[in-house]
């Protein structure tokens, strides 16, 4: 069965540094998506990208994030300066239709 | 008015017991509202699903109930597993527009064997 993949599973980094995160959707799936976790608290939606563009962004979702989908596999998210409370789970997910979101298992971010 | 509310936080069932966990909306354009299971250390796997259309949707041991003038949504697990012990989370969307997935709080099922 087809599966969002994410890399790293577990990324650390100091507070002020840029990270990568990077996943790789369903291939025949058209709405990319991040979101996050923090320990313990629900999920929280970041982002959706269709059509090579942004559809949506949350309030989260500041200048210091960016996505992109640099070819036809993966999709990536970007922090320009990590800060303490970006500590968090990070999850891709892909959709066919915009619904029944399919998750990745997730990359760890810690901020130090 | 984005706000899913779900509860309980967490749930101790027997094996073999009816689990229940229930979620409220506000805002009335959603239009599909999923549940979504997830494991320790894994991303949230979708479960089922329901559109307003219908008040009840059955899959395997697993039942959404929907009350759309009560603005409510509940999910039932029949004869509960201890292999079903994960974190359940409701969800809300407007489905058309492509927009966010509204989570819920999660609540942690624990099936006792």
């Known amino acids: 069965e087809p599966e969002v993949t994410q890399t790293p599973s577990h990324q650390v980094t100091q507070m002020g540094q840029e990270v990568i995160l990077r996943c790789v959707p369903i291939s025949n799936h058209l709405y990319f998506y991040w979101y996050r976790q923090i320990l313990g608290q629900k999920v929280e939606f970041l982002v959706s990208f269709y059509n090579n563009e942004i559809s949506e962004k949350s309030e989260i979702f500041d200048d210091q994030f960016s996505v992109e989908r640099p070819d036809g596999s993966n999709f990536t998210l970007k922090i320009r300066s990590t800060k303490l409370e970006d500590s968090a789970m990070y999850f891709c997910?892909?959709?066919?239709?915009?619904?029944?979101?399919?998750f990745g298992p997730g990359t760890r971010l810690t901020v130090t | 008015q984005q706000q899913v509310k779900q509860s309980p936080q967490s749930l101790i069932v027997q094996k073999g017991g009816i689990s229940i966990i229930n979620c409220a909306y506000e805002n009335t354009a959603f239009d599909y509202f999923p549940w979504y299971q997830q494991f320790p250390g894994k991303g949230p796997a979708l479960l089922i699903a329901?559109?307003?259309?219908?008040s009840e949707k059955k899959e395997g041991r697993f039942t959404i109930s929907f009350n759309k003038s009560a603005k409510q949504f509940s999910l039932h697990i029949m004869d509960s597993q201890p292999g079903d012990s994960a974190t359940y989370f409701c969800?809300?969307?407007?489905?058309?527009?492509?927009?966010?997935?509204?989570f819920g709080e999660g609540t942690q099922l624990t099936v006792n064997p």
């Open positions: 329901i559109r307003p259309d219908v």
């Open positions: 997910a892909s959709s066919v239709y915009a619904v029944s979101l399919y």
């Open positions: 969800a809300a969307t407007e489905e058309t527009s492509g927009s966010r997935l509204t």
